[in-house]
């Protein structure tokens, strides 16, 4: 999943003199009280952090309120979903009019049926709503489902993620992993035997074309096949 | 309205918050309380895809279910009639289940939901106390206990009995002392209880009672009356606790909210019997729990104002608290005894209540504990050579003298028990005449005044103290000293539907075990462990329907109870 990375920050802590007897709990607390909101910063959501530990030392800033100001460094996991990243969560709710999903547990991301490509479609069954993919109708989505999908946008504010199952790339993630093993596994094929090796090329490329989110199914040009055989030909 | 309710269901994702700001606002506003089951459905519908579908409509949806906790005035005031009843039933689980809804399908509103919780409180807005904001605060501190034990109390129960305490608090200490103390600065520690025989039997004309504390005078004031309800909720809760097994994790919470905010606020009153009754409902674990952080935050805590306080509650729990067994007393008793003593042989100097102020308030809890509980220790032989065997005598005869700062009359029910068990005989002759208080002690106590601070002192809230906490507790009236003679085993009452006290022994290594009685156990058979109890028990009766008959008419000298 995209959006996740660990990022190496030196961070300098302020705090109160009355917790100078225990700093090192008195700067988890100031970092966890970070945690799952978004911070300009960091460009992101904190999600975890691991602080090497702090010396105990801190320089005092004089002032009205003095405060102790403790340097440290600290590795953070940062959560930052951009635009045309894919990420995936969980299907929590499927309505005709939108998928809800839950990013990492915490993150709420909608995806509105204008955002979901016309080969699924939406229906009923035993009073839960699904999308089912007309094409494969064993790609379902519905509630509890995993699913992967392309962001449109977020709002920091409210970590709320826009999504998209637009691209051919997203849907329920079980089956398009087994899609990609398949494809895989079809190309170890081919790497192994010559022969059998051109024809599946050529079906590689014919079941990989696609426009617009959908699969076309052309059959293989007859200029390309010919062009195969006068190659063996030659060698 | 349904319909069109669930035909907006369908679009949220294509309202704007700022060009149908109008329709957002009127879709808020509206109260579940005036519509039937099928349009407060569709509204909920409405206000859960809301929220779902844009999160900075999240704290919007969450207002409107959580203004929903209250009903308009007409059926708040009908809300115990049938109709009312039914309306509630109709509208408020199904706003939880909303609220569970949205946590579900946006995981980051249930920790706004809290503060949400907090800023809609009706105490918050309206401080003086009338029957229409009783009756408000009354039905949405209900709901909030519903949060607590509901499907989402992972991420807000905690919070919503803090909130709870908090406000139980801020009533409490609204109530001056004003409100309810005959002023009688000649009267001692130790007095009269409340519970008379007329009193119990509900008879308020009861002329007998001393009435320097008074139930009555509190019963029109509405903060106290708001209080009270708002503590039986609170009792009730916890019971309900208890049959879901969720006491420990209850209790921890209001352990926490305790050390917080109750702990170190000298005038709260009462709502500090909220962690009497948790620990009156689990003796073995809560009682435990609540005796032995004490104890460590008096002997390792930093702040003095904070140790003293704790062994002021430490001292008060112990000596009121009816479920617990005498051996768990002795226990805590001793190391009590024990900080005392190793204080004593760290510090050589002469008395001064100021700078020892720590150890003279330990002092003095160790004398107020057994002013209730020696004759109880006497008469079990462990517990009684467990006593005799505590440097008690060492550390009054020390050079620091706490026998003069502590709050004499204390010192001399201490003293005149301890003689009589033998326990003890100071070889100086203190001459209190009566008093409550000296020069020394207030220094002690300082401007807190913590020499006087007896945190369970008897309840005076009528509802909480009848049905909840007056069956679990020890009232000075009852408790037999060891300077009082022995009754016969005749004269004892029986028939008890009440308490006995000697709670269960925890440890069951203990010689003499003293059988449980747990509260609320009408079934047990009285004849033969009746006689057994009271041949070896202090047992403050409370059987207001068979008429006391106490073994002796204990009548201190001091009367009015502490402050």
Known sequence: MEGLSVVQANLKVYVDPSQSKNLSSAIFRELSALLFKYNDAFHGVLLAYNVHAPENKGRILPGVHPFIAVRLEAKLLVFSPKPDMLLEGKVVKVTEESIHVIVLGFSSAIITDEAIRNEFKYKTKHGQGLYVNRSNRRHVIKAGTMIRFVVKSMNEETLHIYGSLMPANTGSVKILEKFSEHMNTESVTINSTPKKRRSKEKYEVTTQITEHGSIVKDAPSQNHYDREIKKSRRS | MQTSTKALSGAVADIDDLHHEKLLKAIFNLSLWNFGPDVIDALLELIVSLAASNGKHVDSCLDMLVSNFTPPNKVLDMLKQPRGLEKKERVLPRVHAALKNISELVPMAASRLSSIVLEQMPWKSKRNVDQWSMKRQLIYVENMFKLES???????????????????????????????????????VFMIELEDENYADGDEDADELPSTLSEKSLSKNLTAELLDSLMVQTFEHLESSVSNKRLSEVFDTLLSSFKDTVLNTYKSKFTQFVMFYACALDPEHCGTEFASELIDMFVGGHNPLTRMSAVA????????????????????????????????????????????????????????????????????????????????????????????????????????????????????????????????????????????????????LKNADRSFIRPNYVYWKYVRTTYHEDIDDDDEEDGSDGEVEGAAEFDDDMEEVIISRSYGDNDLEM???????????????????????????IRPSMSPESL
């Open chain 2, 150 to 188: 509901g499907a989402i109390r992972e991420f807000v129960g905690a919070n919503m009995l803090k909130d709870v305490m908090n406000v139980l608090r801020d009533l409490d200490v609204a109530i001056g002392w004003d409100d309810i103390l005959h002023d009688d600065s000649s009267k001692g």
């Open chain 2, 313 to 460: 509650y430490l001292a008060s729990f112990l000596a009121r608290g009816k479920f617990l067994p005498p051996a768990f007393v002795a226990s805590y008793l001793g190391r009590l005894v024990d900080w005392c003593w190793q204080y004593c042989v760290m510090h050589d100097g002469d008395m001064n209540p100021k700078l020892h102020q720590v150890f003279y308030s330990g002092c003095q809890a160790m004398m107020y504990i057994l002013c209730f509980r020696m004759r109880l220790m006497v008469e079990i032989p462990l517990l009684k050579s467990q006593l005799f065997c505590m440097p008690i005598d060492k550390i009054f005869k020390h050079k620091l003298d706490p026998l003069k700062v502590c709050l004499p009359s204390i010192v001399e029910e201490f003293l005149k028990q301890a003689k009589a068990a033998r326990l003890f005989t100071s070889s100086k002759t203190f001459v209190f005449e009566d008093l409550l208080v000296s020069n020394l002690s207030r220094d002690f106590g300082g401007l807190e005044r913590l020499d006087m601070f007896f945190p369970f002192d008897p309840c005076l």
């Open chain 2, 527 to 553: 004849d033969e462990f009746d006689y057994a109890m009271n041949k070896m028990s202090i047992t403050p009766r409370n059987n207001s329907s068979a008429g006391l008959r106490m073994p002796s008419r």
